[in-house]
């Protein structure tokens, strides 16, 4: 079994900042991209950003410049920096690896449970 824990959310400011962490654990062979997704009620999960197992990484238009995504491959862990978050940042993050189990060739997608920002104006 993988599982993906988050953790960091919450109730912030505007103008604040939040970390966000994800780690997988369990029956982990290798793991390949790690990102953060978010969904507000009534819409599609869209991408924050993402990073690769190389280090390479991507971001939604909307948040270069204020967010930073990283990871620690020794501890199968993705965090998200927040800084200067808006209003319009609230929502449910989640975040998702591609894992491979041992023994296994493929990877498979594996999302965490989610976690809510607020971010008050």
């Known amino acids: 079994q993988v599982q993906l824990v988050e953790s960091g959310g919450g109730l912030v400011q505007a103008g604040g900042s939040l970390r966000l962490s994800c780690a997988a654990s369990g029956s982990i062979g290798s793991i390949n991209v790690m990102g953060w997704y978010r969904q507000a009620p009534g819409k599609q999960r869209e991408l924050v950003a993402r990073?690769?197992?190389?280090?390479?990484?991507n971001y939604a238009d909307s948040v270069k410049g204020r967010f930073t995504i990283s990871r620690d491959n020794a501890k199968n862990t993705v965090y998200l920096q927040m800084n200067t978050l808006k209003p319009e940042d609230t929502d449910v993050y989640y975040c998702?690896?591609?894992?491979?189990?041992?023994?296994?060739?493929?990877?498979?997608?594996?999302w965490g449970q989610g976690t809510q920002v607020t971010v008050s104006s």
């Open positions: 990073i690769t197992s190389g280090g390479n990484t």
């Open positions: 998702k690896a591609e894992i491979r189990r041992p023994f296994y060739s493929n990877y498979i997608d594996y």
